[in-house]
Each structure stands twice: as C-alpha cells, then as structure tokens.
C-alpha cells in the first residue's frame, strides 16, 4: 500500500518545518503572529531588529565598509531624534574574531558610540544607544534572519514599518543621496 500525500498532510509539514526552524533559530523569535530578528547588542542588551512602534532602518556593515557605512549613518542624522525611527546596524564579524577577543570588540564599539553620541549632541540631535544599537554578530545568526548570510562586499540595509513588517530593501547601497531619498520617501 503506497502512503498517500493529501494536500493537509503537506500543509501540516511545512508548518512543522517552520516552526522547527524558529526554535532551532537563535536569531528569530515568533510574537504576534510574525517572526521577530533579534541579536545581542555590544552592551549584551537583546535587541528585536524588525521592533515595533516605530520604522526601523537596518544597515549592514563589516569592518572593511567602515567609510561607506560612517558616511549613511551620517546621512540619517536628521532622522535619528525622531521618536518615530531606529537605526540598528548590525557588524558582519563572523569568522573574523576569536572568542577570548570579543569582549574587547565589543568594548571598542561602545566607546565608539559614546563618540557618536556626543557629536549628535553637539550637531544638537537627541539620540542615545537605545534608538541606534549596533549588533556585532560574531555567529551569523541575526545577519541569517536578515537574508544576509551571503553578503561581504557591500552596505546593505532593510527598512521596517511600526508593525515590524519589511517594507524596503536595498543592495549595494553606496550612495547617501539614495538613502536619505528613500527615507523621505518613507517618513
């Protein structure tokens, strides 16, 4: 007797399979009948990457694309004292750093947003770390959830709307011009 495959057996198959693969998943979360992207921030604080409440901008970088990274995070500073808006960066680290150095890492990204924080005071923009986390990923797991497990050359970012629904994505992003067009496009 040969099983028989109804259309409710493959249903009920799939719902396993992506259920499965959320719990096995460290970087994804269900809530609210969506699959939330989480990573640790650089203070070890949880982070939900496609938050509600509020847009949210997701850039990728690595330490090879500091400068053009440096010059889109300085392209949003006009958005970034919105209470409507959060930018998360999340830093492609995977491979790269031995596990006795990734305290170290992470201690060099929290001066460096102490920094930032002063000249967006200074530039008179109210932001702190909360409204601009910046995620190492050391494993790949948030930078998975994002897509983006095959990404090295290039800035890439992800827009999410108040309901953490995606609602833009962009590749090769190396002009500031394009991001803060979208932007406005948005809010």
């Known amino acids: 007797m040969q099983p028989v495959f109804t259309f409710k057996l493959l249903l009920r198959i799939g719902a396993c399979l992506v259920v499965g693969w959320a719990i096995l998943s460290p970087g994804a979360a269900w809530a609210s009948g969506r699959l939330d992207i989480s990573g640790q921030d650089a203070y070890g604080k ?6 509600t409440g509020h847009f949210t901008l997701v850039l990728y970088t690595n330490p090879d694309l500091e400068s053009d990274s440096r010059k889109m995070t300085l392209a ?5 004292s919105r209470s409507d808006f959060t930018l998360v960066r999340v830093v492609d680290l995977r491979g790269g750093v031995p596990p006795e150095m990734r305290g170290i890492v992470r201690g060099q990204i929290q ?3 102490v920094k930032e924080n002063l000249r967006l005071k200074k530039a008179g923009v109210d932001s702190s770390t909360d409204q ?3 995620i190492p990923d050391f494993s790949g797991s948030t930078l998975n959830a994002l897509g983006w497990d095959s990404i090295y050359d290039d800035v890439h ?4 709307d108040p309901s953490g629904k995606e609602i833009k994505r962009l590749a090769k992003v190396s002009d500031a011009k394009q991001l803060t067009k979208m932007m406005d496009s948005i809010l």
């Open 132 to 134: 601009a986390p910046i």
């Open 111 to 113: 001066k460096e947003q």
């Open 157 to 160: 970012l992800v827009v999410y």
């Open 46 to 51: 949880a982070v939900t990457v496609n938050g």
């Open 76 to 80: 949003l500073d006009p958005y970034r």
